[in-house]
């Protein structure tokens, strides 16, 4: 992704020490960008086998960050966010998880820690535009700004980002939204980034042992309350430990043992019960969501047809999309799909084209 170069434009380039965010600054300052390096300090638990810091930035990662921005010679800052990202995202994933809900933390990072607080620290240090690592893309089609998938299926991250709208497109860059993860590594190799080979982290960047169970026991034990395991005919199966240490779809780890496998049909909050049956009867055709976002920044008044993604490594399913109100809309897909979760966003796409999203209610 190019734009044209404006007289004073400056772009900060959130880095994570990572291969990703490494190749978007170096590519961006092979254009001819002032750019310079930001690094949110995030929360972590303490006390566990990170020693308290989280993996989005470990100090291992904040020295990868800095080598490269040398590497660059660019101006590289660290800033303290941890109280941000604790009450904007720690506590939001705590909170969805006590009320029953299977919460998407890094859509609400996005929201409020990336695309709020990094984007009004940029802005304060002089910058015009901020630039991600996102495997996404972002054009122009008359004056509305368009978030597309990125072209490497395999890494497409646009799901994530459904909740940016107008401004926030405007003033942000993708630059390897247009490349394949090999050819990011190549690049990292050629401009002689040591990230070259580093691994991806897909696990929550705040639980230190990637075990959300264990930090809802440590952090919101209240929450735990055991309960009766039912199946859909209202027979009782056995107890379950905490209606947030279960999700929708898990087979593995309920409890008991039937002639077939169980899995979880649903979580009821009002009387605190997991209601668990066969494959068969997990499968849904319709949803409602809520929060709705639409990118353009325009309502749709109309039953529209899209393509729904109901998780993050999910495939996108025909369906068609009526609004109820400017906030929620009712989701109606073309066959029955599995693990439809509550706290989950569904996304909404045509074709490559990111349409926008909302909470699964």
Request: with cysteine.
């Amino acid at each position: 992704e190019r734009r044209s170069l404006v007289k004073n434009d400056r772009i900060a380039v959130a880095m994570s020490g990572g291969v990703d965010s490494s190749v978007a600054a170096a590519l961006l300052k092979r254009q001819g960008y002032d750019i310079f390096g930001i690094m949110l300090r995030l929360w972590s638990e303490p006390g566990q086998d990170n020693n308290g810091q989280n993996r989005c930035c470990s100090p291992a990662s904040v020295s990868r960050a800095r080598q490269v921005a040398a590497i660059l010679d660019i101006p590289f800052f660290v800033i303290d966010s941890r109280e941000e990202f604790h009450k904007n995202v720690v506590q939001f994933f705590i909170d969805k998880y006590s009320a029953g809900l299977t919460p998407n933390p890094c859509l609400e990072c996005n929201r409020n820690i990336r695309w709020g607080h990094l984007m009004h620290k940029a802005l304060s240090m002089g910058a015009t535009r901020i630039a991600t690592g996102h495997y996404a893309r972002i054009i122009q089609n008359e004056d509305k700004w368009q978030l597309l998938r990125g072209h490497d299926n395999n890494k497409d991250q646009s799901y994530a980002l459904s909740m940016l709208g107008q401004s926030d497109l405007k003033r942000t860059l993708f630059p390897i939204g247009s490349y394949t993860k090999n050819k990011i590594r190549s690049l990292a190799s050629d401009f002689a980034l040591p990230v070259a080979q580093r691994q991806d982290s897909q696990d929550l960047c705040f639980l230190a042992d990637k075990d959300y169970r264990r930090f809802m026991h440590d952090y919101a034990p209240e929450s735990l309350n055991p309960g009766p395991i039912m199946n859909s005919s209202g027979e009782t199966l056995g107890q379950h430990k905490g209606l947030p240490l279960y999700t929708i779809g898990q087979r593995k780890g309920i409890g008991i043992s039937a002639p077939e496998p169980l899995y979880v049909l649903s979580k009821n909050q009002s009387d605190n019960t997991l209601i668990v049956d066969k494959l068969s009867k997990l499968g849904k055709s319709h949803l409602k969501a809520k929060n709705v976002n639409w990118i353009s920044g325009t309502t749709t008044k109309d039953k529209i047809r899209a393509e729904v993604q109901i998780r993050y490594t999910a495939k996108a399913v025909g369906a068609w999309i009526k609004p109820i109100d400017d906030n929620e809309v009712e989701v109606e897909f073309d066959h029955q799909i599995n693990d439809i979760t509550p706290g989950q966003a569904a996304v909404f796409y045509q074709d490559s084209v990111c349409l926008g999203g909302g909470v699964i209610d």
